[in-house]
């Protein structure tokens, strides 16, 4: 089940291992470091959570963070408490003691949020909107291109926050849904010494480690400079045949403090994947009817190429200046690079014949996306008062350039029939047709200028009016490298000016329970992203499409600190959106109206010091209010890929001080294939298990066991009625997580 070979030649795992066993020499010769400077922590000085051992005798909080600042919510760094919106927090504690190995298994603590790890497309599925609706950040930024959001490892990360809903107002255009931002972690000024090692089911192997050093000055207000690594590594098999994946993840950063006031980070993160024989789907059993079905047989066949392949290289550079001019006035600056190039060549679609005794295997797709975006970023923070009330402003300026080229190639006409059970792919190039020479068909330059501000006003004791307003100018610009036709001209731009904003109310009705109300706007491109879109699209759709929200809701700590818990009632409108046609993803179909309404819940209470429940729920009645097909009204039917429940639950026992049982539940209701809603899979719920032990301080061994009952499920549901995107079996890890 496990195997340590995975380790043998990879230098960074060796690495590794090294930094581990040095780890202690290390950390003595810190011991001097300086401690964390007073008062509120930026984002160039948020530390992670501080390592404590457990004492399950002790009375411990609630993990709801009602409390704790949030920056994807708020440029004014308001507490979920203060923000008139559901804002998640799933911070680095969280993610250990729920396990989660990736971004997307971090997304499970967000209520209503649900996502899809195909190689093709990040189907993102938050408050029933999905695909490019949903934002990824990646610590603020926005990098408009939803394949951007396929999961890593979640060691790198400090965080992950989220907020439900219109956020354009925020980020940009994009996120009617909601926006989820990943925060990376980042160099602090205390000492930090951890590793983990990670092995598993299908000969999961996993290395990582993390290093944070003061390597100048005296601990004085200045001078000093704070150096941090983090490094992943991770091999592994699959349950998938032919299937095998390895990935690496660095993030190192260096904080600079150049005056009391003054100080600098510089950050840069660095990571690769390479899949041999991705996984793209298991063909659903013919005639289809109104559920899909498999035959259990094929459960783990793989009918990509034998040679199939997808793989991505990502590097992240910011330049972060912080100054904070007075206790009222606060600058930062945020010059930021990305560059990414991501590969695929695979066979992609697969579907019964008729009588379920042979399998066809068509769309062989050779593909490169080359992206960079470079921009500089500049926020300012003014505490002030009106008629001697707090009004505070948060207020800034955002310009960049984002230029995506793509490779396609495709031979639509290509057909490939094998035995279902038994057969023997080609390796792809032995396509006809098919080269190893990418030539580019498309070149999208954004050009974005945005301008920005928020404010909080005291109304009266108690009561705050949160406003925020965002004005972009886009240009779009699109070159053509292929063969030029009226409907594909050589060249086509577009501009854009979406205005959208936020006006909210929050009553603290008492010392722990908060009321709140909030009406926000966003602007969606048409369909699917800037970054992305065809001349096609754009001679069709040509302006942006207007989402509106409205939401209230409660958020309240009771039992004296023991219990929080936020619930939230929402309906969200967006006009003139365009989906994917569902049997051709090269194609995109004109949407009237979609809309969801719904009620979101978490919860989290500690009834007892041993005993720790933790709970979220999402429900929405998303819908096509005017949609047609082929003549044909989808009204009233629900998008696809979007499930209209999700719940989560998280249960922790504390056996002894030193050892912990916990369960996880997942409850994700039926998702359908087409919009007409005519064949759907249906819900399931997983179960997950595990043991932790604390050794002794700072090493502690995990036992999990992840999809305890072995269901079998789809996450997505592709290629029209063809597909499905089946989730893991049953699996097991061992982890070891060090401390020094």
């Known amino acids: 089940m496990f195997n340590l070979s995975v380790f043998r030649l990879h230098p960074v795992a060796m690495g590794a291992a090294l930094a581990l066993l040095c780890a202690p020499a290390l950390a003595q010769s810190s011991e001097d470091a300086r401690a964390p400077r007073d008062g509120k922590k930026s984002e160039a000085q948020a530390a992670l959570p501080e390592v404590v051992v457990d004492d399950s005798t002790q009375e411990q909080p609630a993990k709801v963070l009602l409390d704790t600042p949030s920056y994807t919510g708020s440029r004014l760094g308001l507490t979920a408490r203060q923000t008139p919106a559901v804002v998640t927090v799933v911070n680095r504690a969280s993610i250990e003691a729920r396990g989660a190995r990736t971004t997307q298994e971090m997304l499970q603590g967000v209520p209503g949020a649900t996502a899809s790890d195909s190689p093709g497309a990040i189907?993102?599925?938050?408050?029933?909107?999905?695909?490019?609706?949903?934002?990824?950040?990646?610590?603020?930024?926005?990098?408009?291109?939803?394949?951007?959001?396929?999961?890593?490892?979640?060691?790198?990360?400090?965080r992950a926050e989220a907020i439900g809903g219109a956020s354009s107002f925020l980020y940009g255009a994009g996120g009617v849904g909601g926006t989820v931002n990943y925060v990376t972690k980042t160099a602090e000024r205390t000492p930090i010494t951890e590793g983990r090692l990670r092995l598993g089911s299908h000969r999961l192997g996993e290395a990582s480690v993390g290093l944070n050093r003061r390597i100048a000055g005296e601990g004085a207000r200045h001078g000093d400079h704070h150096l941090r690594l983090d490094v992943n590594h991770r091999r592994a098999h699959s349950h998938v045949e032919g299937m095998q994946s390895r990935a690496t993840q660095i993030a190192t950063s260096l904080l600079s403090d150049l005056t009391p006031a003054?100080?600098?980070?510089?950050?840069?993160?660095?990571?690769?994947?390479?899949?041999?024989?991705p996984y793209w789907g298991t063909?659903?059993?013919?005639?289809?009817?109104?559920?899909?079905?498999?035959?259990?047989?094929?459960?783990?066949?793989?009918?990509?190429?034998?040679?199939?392949?997808?793989?991505?290289?990502?590097?992240?550079?910011?330049?972060?200046t912080e100054w904070q001019a007075s206790s009222a006035f606060s600058l930062k600056n945020t010059f930021y690079a990305y560059d990414a190039r991501r590969d695929y060549r695979n066979v992609e679609v697969y579907s019964f014949n008729s009588t379920n005794t042979a399998v066809r295997r068509v769309d062989a797709l050779l593909q490169r996306h080359e992206q960079r975006l470079v921009g500089n970023r500049i926020d300012g923070v003014w505490k002030s008062a009106i008629a001697g009330r707090a009004s505070d402003w948060a207020f800034g300026l955002d310009i960049s350039h984002n230029r995506q080229t793509r490779y396609p190639k495709?031979?639509?006409?290509?057909?490939?029939?094998?035995?279902?059970?038994?057969?023997?792919?080609?390796?792809?190039?032995?396509?006809?047709?098919?080269?190893?020479?990418?030539?580019?068909?498309?070149?999208?330059?954004?050009?974005?200028?945005?301008?920005?501000?928020?404010?909080?006003?005291?109304?009266?004791?108690?009561l705050h009016l949160v406003t925020a307003l965002r004005h972009e100018r886009l240009r779009l610009h699109l070159t053509n490298h292929g063969r030029v036709t009226a409907s594909n001209p050589a060249t086509l731009s577009r501009n854009y000016h979406p205005t959208t904003g936020r006006l909210g109310?929050?009553?603290?009705?008492?010392?722990?329970?908060?009321?709140?109300?909030?009406?926000?706007?966003?602007?969606?491109?048409?369909?699917?992203?800037?970054?992305?879109?065809?001349?096609?699209?754009?001679?069709?759709?040509?302006?942006?499409?207007?989402?509106?929200?409205?939401?209230?809701?409660?958020?309240?700590?009771?039992?004296?600190?023991?219990?929080?818990?936020?619930?939230?009632?929402?309906?969200?409108?967006?006009?003139?959106?365009?989906?994917?046609?569902?049997?051709?993803?090269?194609?995109?179909?004109?949407?009237?109206?979609?809309?969801?309404?719904?009620?979101?819940?978490a919860i989290s209470l500690r009834p007892t010091p041993r005993w720790l429940l933790e709970g979220n729920i999402g429900h929405s009645r998303?819908?096509?209010?005017?949609?047609?097909?082929?003549?044909v009204s989808m009204a009233g039917k629900r998008p696809t890929n979007s499930p209209d429940t999700i719940a989560n639950l998280w249960v922790t026992y504390g056996i002894t001080p030193a050892l912990k049982a916990s369960a996880?539940?997942?409850?994700?209701?039926?998702?359908?294939?087409?919009?007409?809603?005519?064949?759907?899979?249906?819900?399931?719920?997983?179960?997950?298990?595990?043991?932790?032990?604390?050794?002794?301080?700072?090493?502690?061994?995990?036992?999990?066991?992840?999809?305890?009952?072995?269901?079998?499920?789809?996450?997505?549901?592709?290629?029209?009625?063809?597909?499905?995107?089946?989730?893991?079996?049953?699996?097991?890890?061992?982890?070891?997580?060090?401390?020094?």
């Open 664 to 740: 996880g539940l997942r409850h994700v209701s039926k998702i359908y294939a087409d919009a007409a809603n005519t064949l759907h899979w249906p819900a399931y719920t997983l179960l997950d298990l595990g043991l932790s032990w604390q050794m002794r301080p700072g090493a502690t061994l995990d036992f999990r066991v992840r999809n305890a009952t072995d269901k079998v499920y789809a996450t997505e549901m592709g290629s029209g009625k063809n597909m499905a995107y089946l989730g893991a079996p049953r699996a097991f890890d061992l982890t070891l997580h060090l401390s020094f």
């Open 410 to 462: 495709y031979d639509d006409d290509y057909v490939s029939i094998v035995d279902p059970w038994n057969f023997q792919t080609e390796r792809f190039f032995t396509i006809p047709g098919l080269s190893p020479m990418l030539v580019p068909l498309r070149t999208n330059r954004v050009k974005t200028l945005a301008l920005y501000a928020e404010n909080r006003t005291a109304l009266v004791h108690g």
């Open 505 to 601: 109310l929050v009553w603290d009705a008492s010392p722990g329970m908060t009321f709140y109300a909030q009406y926000a706007t966003a602007a969606d491109p048409p369909a699917g992203i800037l970054t992305t879109a065809s001349a096609d699209a754009l001679l069709n759709y040509t302006d942006l499409t207007k989402g509106r929200q409205f939401e209230a809701g409660a958020k309240f700590s009771f039992w004296n600190g023991q219990g929080a818990a936020t619930l939230a009632a929402y309906h969200i409108t967006r006009k003139n959106l365009a989906t994917q046609d569902p049997n051709n993803r090269r194609l995109t179909l004109l949407v009237g109206q979609q809309s969801s309404r719904g009620v979101e819940a």
């Open 123 to 158: 189907r993102s599925s938050y408050r029933g909107f999905t695909g490019a609706s949903v934002n990824h950040l990646f610590n603020g930024i926005n990098v408009q291109y939803s394949i951007a959001a396929r999961p890593v490892d979640s060691w790198i990360y400090d």
């Open 622 to 631: 998303a819908k096509y209010d005017s949609f047609y097909i082929n003549g």
């Open 283 to 320: 063909p659903l059993l013919q005639p289809v009817g109104a559920v899909g079905r498999i035959d259990r047989s094929t459960r783990f066949k793989n009918y990509n190429s034998i040679d199939g392949v997808y793989a991505q290289r990502v590097q992240w550079l910011r330049s972060v």
């Open 262 to 277: 003054l100080s600098h980070l510089l950050a840069y993160e660095y990571q690769t994947e390479h899949v041999d024989r």
